[in-house]
């Protein structure tokens, strides 16, 4: 079951940038990357507040949503990513179409090890979630910190 529940996220998420490209060109640059990349962000975050509400105590605790949540999670940090992030695709050439800061361009290295500690908090997460309210919240702090120093010091603040 979980290997089908992957496969299909996995086929959903290598679908975003084709979906993007089937809507066709607009009169902003790189509308389609921007969409692929937020569309992305939006199903991580949509699992995370699963997993978050579960730990903080918001949702009750329900292993198998739990697990189907991690399990989203750890396959969408397999994909491949890097066609939504085109040079120029940044908050410095688009303005408020994007948060994303230039240093991920200007620090491409960095941005890799934040991206890598990320997969590795998800695939922990992937490991822990099902086994318990308290295996969930062990893997909730990791998590959250990847998500939290990658956003801190590659996306513009909500302030």
Do not use: K
């Not at 569309?39 to 579960?54: K, P």
């Not at 500690?117 to 822990?128: G, I, L, N």
Request: glycine fraction near 12%; hydrophobic fraction near 40%.
């Amino acid at each position: 079951m979980r290997l089908i529940s992957r496969t299909m996220l996995l086929a959903a998420a290598l679908t975003l940038p084709l979906a993007a490209t089937v809507q066709g060109q607009s009169d902003t640059p790189y509308e389609r990357h921007l969409n692929a990349r937020q569309g992305y962000m939006d199903v991580l975050a949509f699992n995370i507040g699963t997993l978050g509400g579960m730990a903080r105590g918001n949702i009750d605790y329900d292993a198998e949503a739990a697990q189907t949540a991690a399990d989203n999670l750890a396959a969408m940090s397999g994909v491949n990513t890097r066609p939504f992030w085109p040079e120029g695709s940044d908050n410095a050439a688009l303005g408020d179409a994007t948060r994303a800061l230039p240093a991920i361009w200007e620090d491409p290295e960095g941005f890799g090890e934040a991206w890598m500690a990320y997969r590795t908090a998800a695939s922990d997460m992937a490991e822990a979630a099902g086994g318990g309210l308290d295996a969930l919240r062990g893997a909730m702090g990791p998590l959250g910190s990847s998500c939290g120093s990658c956003h801190e010091d590659f996306r513009q603040s909500d302030d």
